[in-house]
């Protein structure tokens, strides 16, 4: 018997004077007819009464153009502090270790990943994604809300989304969550500098990490980049506006992937 609400919201709720930006599985008519996919939001116009989807691109420059203040996804309750999140991690881990080895679950090979994961990690994982699609979605976890004996539950999993944002949640993102939930003492400073910022919020830098948890030489935001070492600290002269820095005997051997998220990050 579960202990404890596993529920998801992924995506904050917004509001304007004429518009609501809401999940795609919101329970109002206009999104329910909209049809929003799983990566989409719902816009609600209610002046003109209609919606339509958008992806979290389209999400940012609709926001942007038309004023639409923003909310944290649960800043109005429940906001969780760093201490409780951690306590969350260390909760959650704990909770599927004990029901991986009490329901004698078999494991089997993930989809394509890079980060390595627990065994029940994984497990808990593949329990989910119901359509073995190598995501979850906010469909997929919404089965499992259960009450609110647990507060800080959907904050910690919200913030697990911070690989690609994009309201779901993949393997690496999930694997990488939970990979010192039980040992904070050693998390690595790009990984807590992540896991320390809500994802969702507008504008928020996230730092790019290797695959141990430490900063990787090139960072952007904001249309500037700049160079770090590996805890973080900014090379001197090394920052320069809407191009990737030059990091010398530091810098990464970039892939296609690699290029493209720090172009997205101008």
């Given amino acids: 018997m579960m202990w404890f609400v596993l529920k998801l919201l992924l995506i904050s709720q917004i509001v304007s004077a004429n518009f609501l930006i809401l999940p795609n599985d919101a329970e109002d008519i206009l999104c329910e007819r909209a049809a929003c996919s799983d990566s989409q939001m719902c816009v609600v116009?209610?002046?003109?009464?209609?919606?339509?989807c958008v992806d979290q691109k389209q999400l940012e420059t609709y926001v942007k153009k038309n004023g639409v203040p923003t909310?944290?996804?649960?800043?109005?309750?429940?906001?969780c502090t760093r201490s409780e999140l951690h306590q969350m991690g260390g909760r959650l881990l704990k909770w599927f270790a004990d029901v991986h080895h009490e329901t004698a679950g078999t494991d089997r090979v993930l989809k394509s990943h890079t980060i390595q994961c627990r065994q029940e990690v994984a497990w808990m994982f593949q329990q989910w994604d119901g359509n073995n699609n190598g995501h979850l979605s906010k469909r997929e976890l919404k089965p499992l809300e259960r009450g609110d004996s647990e507060k800080c539950v959907e904050q910690f999993i919200d913030m697990c989304d911070d690989i690609i944002v994009d309201g779901k949640i993949s393997i690496d993102e999930w694997c990488d969550c939970f990979s010192f939930a039980d040992n904070l003492r050693h998390e690595p400073p790009c990984h807590k500098a992540k896991h320390d910022i809500d994802p969702h919020l507008l504008g928020a830098f996230l730092p790019r990490c290797d695959l141990e948890g430490f900063?990787?030489?090139e960072q952007c935001h904001s249309?500037?980049?700049?160079?770090?070492?590996?805890?973080g600290r900014e090379f001197d002269q090394s920052r320069v506006d809407k191009q990737?820095?030059?990091?010398?005997?530091?810098?990464?051997d970039l892939s296609e992937e690699d290029l493209q998220d720090l172009h997205a990050r101008f």
Avoid: F, I, M
């Fill in 223 to 231: 249309g500037q980049c700049w160079c770090v070492d590996k805890y």
């Fill in 71 to 79: 909310k944290t996804h649960n800043a109005d309750k429940n906001q």
């Fill in 244 to 252: 990737l820095p030059d990091c010398g005997q530091y810098a990464s």
């Fill in 215 to 217: 900063y990787q030489p």
């Fill in 45 to 52: 116009d209610k002046v003109k009464g209609k919606a339509e």
